[in-house]
């Protein structure tokens, strides 16, 4: 179903201008009527998450359609052989295994999108991704998903969001010197548009504190109007939450020393008050799916 454009999206930021035919591809699974369907929305779903993410690994898969490790694994192995995708070993992954795309996924997810995409193809696979950062694009491209797979107790559908533009499109669209790069948008139920972060370890108050300056620039710029962070620890969160309310509390009180005005106003203070969300609901799912 095609969305309005909101008020958010109606605009003059060239950045919002993009946002639009990421937020329309269809990313939601639909098992079909039969066996030759289900294969077929398989397939389509599975290249598009390699090609939108980087990587696919079979615990993605195994959540996203239901089905146990081996059939996951007959699953990607025979999109491998159709030329579709790679498989690269790899300890940073929870399976030991990612799957990275070709030039042939490349061309089929262009006709699946309608949007061009940027692929540099390597001799060697594992050089096509950073080995650095597979759980964290794991743990994104999961809740990216999982918020549009999203139902309530009764198996009523009920999407968290309705579409997402991933951390490597919104670092290919964004020029703005300004912006924090986050993990990725999606626009929200209302048509509004929400950073996604993923925060799976600590950081100290001199990060936080950096971040916080991109956020407010990206909030004033209407790149998005909230961030929603997520993480598999409720530790982390209560760090996050410590920090900030110390720095809300001391950047109004010390001065750039170029331009001798307040690291942040107690008006931006509050705006980040109220645009930072800590989404605690898939902690347990998160931590269980690639910490247990």
């Not at 790899?90 to 795309?101: A, F, L, N, W």
């Not at 982390?236 to 809300?248: A, E, G, S, V, Y």
Request: hydrophobic share 35%; net charge positive; aromatic share 10%.
């Amino acid at each position: 179903m095609t969305q309005k454009p909101s008020k958010d999206l109606e605009t003059n930021n060239l950045l919002l201008t993009h946002y639009p035919r990421y937020f329309d591809i269809d990313m939601r699974y639909y098992p079909g009527a039969n066996n030759h369907q289900k294969g077929v929305n398989r397939t389509r779903l599975t290249v598009l998450i390699a090609i939108r993410f980087s990587i696919i690994t079979p615990g993605i898969v195994r959540w996203l359609y239901g089905i146990n490790h081996r059939l996951a694994l007959e699953h990607l192995n025979r999109l491998e052989k159709d030329s579709l995708l790679r498989v690269v070993k790899t300890h940073r992954s929870p399976d030991g295994r990612v799957y990275v795309p070709t030039y042939t996924a490349a061309k089929f997810a262009e006709e699946l999108m309608g949007i061009d995409v940027y692929f540099r193809s390597n001799k060697n696979p594992a050089l096509q991704f950073n080995q650095n950062n597979v759980v964290h694009n794991l743990i994104n491209a999961f809740v990216m998903l999982r918020g549009i797979h999203n139902y309530h107790s009764d198996e009523t559908y009920a999407p968290m969001w309705s579409g997402f533009i991933t951390e490597p499109e919104f670092k290919r669209i964004n020029n703005l010197s300004d912006t924090r790069t986050v993990d990725g948008a999606v626009r929200l139920i209302d048509g509004s548009v929400a950073a996604i972060e993923i925060e799976h370890s600590f950081k100290n108050k001199t990060a936080r504190q950096g971040i916080l300056l991109k956020y407010l620039a990206s909030l004033k710029e209407a790149d998005y109007s909230k961030i929603f962070l997520f993480s598999q620890s409720t530790d982390i969160f209560n760090d996050i939450k410590r920090l900030h309310t110390q720095l809300f509390e001391e950047m109004p009180q010390r001065f750039d020393k170029k331009t001798r005005a307040p690291l942040l106003s107690e008006s931006d203070a509050e705006l980040l008050r109220a645009s930072i969300i800590y989404r605690t609901k898939l902690c347990e799912e998160i931590n269980e799916m690639f910490y247990s």
